[in-house]
């Protein structure tokens, strides 16, 4: 390829497509991703990560500069064999080959990493998952740094943005839309993050010379309760009395409750502020 490239994996995901819009108006985007659908900017390239001899040879013919890894099997879209393959195994595979051609890599983690018990959590606590999701993604994080210690892993909250329903809130709006009743649990705490912001510091990163973790999250810290509400509002869903608030501490020890962000080192390495949903919701800016 004439220009160096930088490879997105997962590009026809949530978080991947914003991310392969925003990138593309710099530089050349390779949109990975193994469903042969989705993608909505750059050069589409087949890319199962789970398939590490694949990954190799993707990435040995692209020489990207760098690579942004985004693929992933989040709660609700696999089981735990699914998450382990994608999101421990298969981080394994892209931080090999990102070493291997000495591109620059910036993957992307999760908050629930954390066990919810010592927040608020700076950037550089280990890992205490309490459920599989959590283990996978710490199971990958790890895999990143024996692979590629000059890597950046990113561990965001909740993902939402103004132009497309997050999958959390559409799964809300179809239960409610069906007539059945949804609770929203009112002592897990997150800050959401909106999808422009976290798009946009992936970018930043992929240039930046840093490496190890980074928070990246919205400064506002909202329980689920109120952040979904906020959500079907700004969506005009009407919730009536479809929505109730719940607690996850009922259903057991497997759910982070509180799992507050720091974000004050990748704010001043990247030279951004990370609004809160409120101030997303009343004054849509741009970067």
């Known amino acids: 390829m004439a220009e160096p490239a930088v490879l997105i994996t997962g590009a026809g995901g949530y978080l991947g497509r914003r991310l392969a819009d925003r990138a593309s108006a710099r530089w050349h985007v390779c949109a990975g991703t193994h469903r042969r659908s989705g993608v909505t900017a750059g050069t589409e390239v087949f890319l199962d990560v789970t398939e590490r001899d694949a990954v190799m040879q993707v990435v040995g013919r692209l020489q990207p500069r760098a690579i942004i890894h985004t693929a992933a099997v989040n709660p609700g879209q696999g089981d735990e064999t699914d998450m382990w393959r994608v999101n421990a195994e298969g981080s394994q595979h892209v931080a090999e080959a990102a ?3 000495g591109a620059r890599l910036v993957a992307v983690s999760t908050d629930i990493v954390h066990n919810g018990r010592a927040a608020p959590y700076a950037d550089d606590v280990p890992p205490s998952p309490i459920n599989g999701y959590g283990q996978s993604k710490a199971a990958g994080e790890e895999a990143i740094w024996v692979a590629d210690p000059s890597a950046i892993v990113v561990r965001p909250s909740l993902i939402y943005g103004l132009d497309e329903m997050d999958r959390g809130t559409a799964g ?13 649990f009112s002592d897990v705490i997150r800050n959401p993050v909106w999808v422009e912001t976290l798009a946009e510091a992936l970018i930043r990163l992929a240039t930046v010379e840093h490496a190890g973790v980074l928070n990246v999250a919205g400064r506002q810290a909202l329980s689920r309760e109120a952040f979904g509400r906020r959500m079907l509002a700004y969506w005009g869903v009407d919730v009536g009395d479809m929505v109730r608030p719940g607690l996850a501490a009922d259903l057991g020890d497997s759910i982070p409750l509180d799992l507050r962000l720091r974000v004050d080192r990748a704010e001043a390495l990247l030279g951004m502020a990370f609004p809160g949903v409120d101030q997303v919701l009343g004054s849509v800016g741009g970067y």
Do not use: K, P, T, W
């Open 99 to 101: 070493h291997a051609v």
């Open 172 to 184: 809300f709006a179809e239960r409610i839309a069906a007539g059945n009743s949804q609770v929203l």
